[in-house]
C-alpha cells in the first residue's frame, strides 16, 4: 500500500518551525479526497453520509473566517487533469496555493480552538494530501 500523508510528520513539521516566522509564505495544497468521508464515532458531521469532497467543502466553510483574519488568501486554485512528469499513479483532486502574510499567522491560524474545531473536517475529508511550504517568487514571463 502506498503511504499516505493527511498531517505532517514530527520532522517535518520542526522544520517548519525552524523556517523564518516573519516572512510571507506559499503553502502548496495537493488534495485527493475520500470516497466517503471519515468522522470520527460521535462527530456532529459522522452520521451524514458526506463525501470527503463535501467534508473538504466544510473544512472551508468553518476555517475560512480563520484564515482570512490572519490575513491568508488564495492566490491560484487548479482541478487536477493529468501528471506530465512524475508517478502515472499520483492523482490528485484539486489543488491551490495559499499565501500568509507571515508563517506567525500560518501558527496563529492552526492554534485558533476554533481552528482546531474545523481541522476535523480536513482529516476526515482527505485520503492522501501534499502541503509545501515556498518563499514567494516574483512572477511573470521568465522561468
Known sequence: ???????PSRANFEAFKDLPRDEP?????????????????????AAKGWS??????EYGKTSGPIFRRVGGSIVWRGAFQTVVTGPEAMHWHDG?????????????MIK??????AVVNRTAALR????????????????
Open 1 to 7: 500500500m502506498t503511504e499516505r500523508y493527511i498531517d
Open 96 to 108: 491551490f496555493i495559499a499565501s500568509y502574510p507571515s508563517a506567525d499567522a500560518f501558527f496563529e
Open 112 to 117: 485558533d480552538t476554533e481552528y482546531q474545531k
Open 25 to 45: 509564505i506559499h503553502m502548496l495544497n495537493l488534495l485527493q479526497y475520500r470516497e466517503e468521508a471519515d468522522y470520527p464515532d460521535g462527530h456532529e458531521n
Open 52 to 57: 470527503g469532497r463535501r467534508a473538504y467543502q
Open 128 to 143: 492522501d494530501s501534499r502541503l509545501v511550504r515556498f518563499a514567494p517568487g516574483a512572477s511573470g514571463e521568465g522561468f
